[in-house]
């Protein structure tokens, strides 16, 4: 569990490219998560081009962190994966999650490989949407969820403790207390 105390966003890489085994190790845990009736919609592009990385940064405010990253994954989702039978203008469908629990599990491979990396949200930005679809070529069915800019970090980050007692409740909204026992 250390990974997930020692995770931070970070936006400044070093220059040093990032070992092929690593992406793939960060690609394997994004595979591992969780999906909702198995569907597995989450398809991922790696952007390891200088131009195309140089792109990326100019799609958001946010997303100038993608010029210095040696790696930006982008998560997306496969609409026609995450489709049921009663599935109409994808309501019933579960991909934002699937895609999220993806997002955070390669964020803390991420640390597991000695890299540092940043969650850039992108649906449902429809702006973002449709500039990275139309400069890559995306079909109507694949939509970026999420774009994850990573390198070996430019600078050491703090452990930040961010467990707050306040928000915590028992049994119901507004409780106070401990867990019960059985």
């Given amino acids: 569990m250390s990974a997930i105390f020692e995770r931070r966003s ?20 994004g595979f591992q998560a969780p999906s909702a009736h198995n569907r597995q919609p989450r398809e991922y592009i790696v952007h390891t081009i200088k131009e195309d990385k140089i ?11 993608a010029r210095s990253a040696a790696v930006v994954i982008s998560v997306c989702a496969d609409l026609k994966a995450s489709e049921t039978e009663n599935t109409e203008n994808h309501e019933d469908s ?4 699937d895609c999220a629990a993806s997002i955070e599990n390669m964020l803390l491979q ?3 490989e000695g890299l540092a990396g940043c969650w850039l949200g992108w649906y449902p930005d429809s702006d973002r949407v449709r500039r990275y679809t139309g400069y890559f070529g995306l079909p109507g069915h694949i939509v970026p969820v999420g774009l994850i800019p990573l390198g070996y970090p430019a600078v050491k980050t703090d452990k930040v403790d961010r467990y707050n ?15 019960r026992p059985l």
Wanted: proline share 9%; glycine share 4%.
């Fill in 10 to 29: 970070v936006r400044n890489f070093l220059p040093d490219p990032v070992e092929p085994e690593k992406i793939e190790r960060i690609l394997r845990a």
């Fill in 55 to 65: 792109a990326i940064s100019t799609m958001s405010p946010y997303s100038k962190i």
């Fill in 94 to 97: 579960w991909w934002q999650q």
């Fill in 110 to 112: 991420i640390v597991e």
């Fill in 165 to 179: 007692p306040d928000k915590v409740y028992y049994e119901k909204y507004g409780a106070r207390g401990n867990v």
